[in-house]
């Protein structure tokens, strides 16, 4: 992909992601904001916010499924800004790449936490919080199904020497 590619789809992304916004200024500034403004914003923007938390989190689902790789790193970052600030390779180097994933991981928690005050706030007859605690359950689904995989196969690659009667250094 080349950079001018990458740099009209993070602006693409970018705009999409702050199209939330822009739709309630547009709402504020036409005085459209309901009798009760200040629960409409929150409302709007911590639905928005899960949202795209959890469309963050299903880039690593979508390589492990379907194999598409390109999008992981580019929406996390848009939608995680403090943690885009240590996604750059210099920020690894310098965090070190053990402390740069368990930093990452906070996203995890991130949408657990979202997921959880959105089920303490909805009203009844209300079921979009089920769905986005579904879509985390699956989406973090695939990730442990994919790291239990790949934990098996390096304890087999690690006893297939041992078996065999050679030592390993």
Do not use: E
């Amino acid at each position: 992909m080349t950079r001018r590619i990458r740099l009209a789809l993070k602006s693409a992304a970018w705009a999409a992601c702050l199209a939330p916004l822009g739709w309630l200024a547009y709402r504020f500034a036409t005085g459209d904001l309901t009798a009760n403004p200040i629960s409409f914003v929150t409302t709007t923007l911590g639905d928005w916010t899960l949202r795209i938390l959890l469309a963050s989190l299903a880039m690593t689902p979508l390589r492990i499924v379907f194999g598409l790789s390109w999008p992981v790193g580019m929406l996390a970052f848009l939608s995680l800004i403090p943690l885009a600030a240590t996604s750059t390779a210099g920020m690894v180097r310098r965090l070190g790449a053990r402390t740069w994933t368990r930093l990452h991981r906070l996203a995890y928690a991130a949408g657990a936490l979202g997921c959880l005050h959105f089920l303490w706030l909805a009203k009844v007859g209300r079921t979009d919080q089920y769905w986005h605690a579904a879509a985390l359950a699956a989406l973090l689904g695939v990730r442990l199904g994919d790291a239990l995989v790949r934990r098996v196969r390096r304890r087999r690659r690690a006893a297939a020497p041992a078996a065999a009667g050679v030592r390993t250094p």
